[in-house]
């Protein structure tokens, strides 16, 4: 079993006295605020360039299935009014 020091149980990470090291929590707390600058920025990895572009590819083929339903819509309300025509002159005889 490890004895370490009580310095490292209090959250140092260093047993040596004197060391200059910073406790974990401070470390902690300025890759915190680094993180934080830096969230403004985009950074593209090939992973998250091939994500986009897959939303991308999904986004038009949305697109171009609401492309498509639309031109089925038209073409049944045109359908329905020459039906309803065709109805109107059976009824009229």
């Known amino acids: 079993m490890h004895s370490g020091s ?14 200059g090291r910073k406790p974990r ?7 915190e ?3 934080r600058n830096k969230r403004g920025r985009r950074i593209h990895t090939d992973s998250t360039t091939d ?3 897959q939303i991308a ?3 038009q083929r949305k697109l171009d299935m609401i492309k ?7 073409y049944l309300r045109a359908r329905l009014r020459g039906a309803e025509l065709h109805e109107r002159v059976v009824r009229g005889r």
């Open 6 to 19: 009580g310095r490292e149980r209090e959250g140092y990470s260093s047993s040596g006295s004197g060391s």
């Open 68 to 74: 498509r339903y639309e031109a089925k819509k038209e």
């Open 57 to 59: 590819q999904i986004h």
């Open 25 to 31: 929590n401070e470390r902690e707390d300025k890759l």
């Open 33 to 35: 605020r680094e993180k």
């Open 51 to 53: 994500g986009i572009s």
